[in-house]
T-cell receptor, first 114, second 110 residues
Framework: DAGVTQSPTHLIKTRGQQVTLRCSPKSGHDTVSWYQQALGQGPQFIFQ???????QRGNFPDRFSGHQFPNYSSELNVNALLLGDSALYLC?????????????FGPGTRLTVT | RKEVEQDPGPFNVPEGATVAFNCTYS??????FFWYRQDCRKEPKLLMSVYSSGNEDGRFTAQLNRASQYISLLIRDSKLSDSATYLCVVRYSSASKIIFGSGTRLSIRP
């Protein structure tokens, strides 16, 4: 049973560039949430996708956008990268958009902006 | 004031010791509470949910104090493998986002 997978594992980008991160949910899950975790901090909720729509959003600017595909996989896009966007980006999947206690995290994508 | 606050630690305790740490939350309407564990450079994993009456899972005990708006995690007979960062998670309602604390680092020494 495949767990949550994310790609790429590491990424280095330059300020002003755009980046796309990918997530495949655990088998049987239909909801994907994205988090940003800066060094020494807890994960910060970016947004959640269910039925290909953004259902909830945290306090992140419009530079952060996403998409969910019919197979439940998801992408996180960040435009006009800033140095402060350097972080570990975590994807979590669940069955249904309220199941926090059944939420599984992927290994994350470590983004470095120089 | 942060919505969810934790003592960052690190807590450095000997193997076999009992250790406890708290997490405070600012929104009295918060409904759901959880503890997650995160190993170095790994993803967070759910450790346990926190129920109003308190709950225990082996060496781990979680408590909720609504009056004072904090949750606690107690680890008994600590093992070297308990070394990790423990993240407190709060949710206002089933339809709202979840909020992570910054985590408490725990280091168990032989």
């Amino acid at each position: 049973d495949a767990g949550v997978t994310q790609s790429p594992t590491h990424l280095i980008k330059t300020r002003g560039q755009q980046v796309t991160l990918r997530c495949s949910p655990k088998s049987g899950h239909d909801t994907v949430s994205w988090y940003q975790q800066a060094l020494g901090q807890g994960p910060q909720f970016i947004f959640q996708y269910y039925e290909e729509e953004e259902r909830q959003r945290g306090n992140f600017p419009d530079r952060f956008s996403g998409h969910q595909f019919p197979n439940y996989s998801s992408e996180l896009n960040v435009n006009a990268l800033l140095l402060g966007d350097s972080a570990l980006y975590l994807c979590a999947s669940s069955l249904g958009w309220g199941a926090v206690d059944e939420q599984y995290f992927g290994p994350g994508t470590r983004l470095t902006v120089t | 004031r942060k919505e969810v606050e934790q003592d960052p630690g690190p807590f450095n305790v000997p193997e076999g010791a009992t250790v406890a740490f708290n997490c405070t939350y600012s929104n009295s309407a918060s409904q759901s509470f959880f503890w997650y564990r995160q190993d170095c450079r790994k993803e967070p994993k759910l450790l346990m949910s926190v129920y109003s009456s308190g709950n225990e899972d082996g060496r781990f005990t979680a408590q909720l104090n609504r009056a004072s708006q904090y949750i606690s995690l107690l680890i008994r007979d600590s093992k070297l493998s308990d070394s990790a960062t423990y993240l407190c998670v709060v949710r206002y309602s089933s339809a709202s986002k979840i909020i992570f604390g910054s985590g408490t680092r725990l280091s168990i020494r032989p």
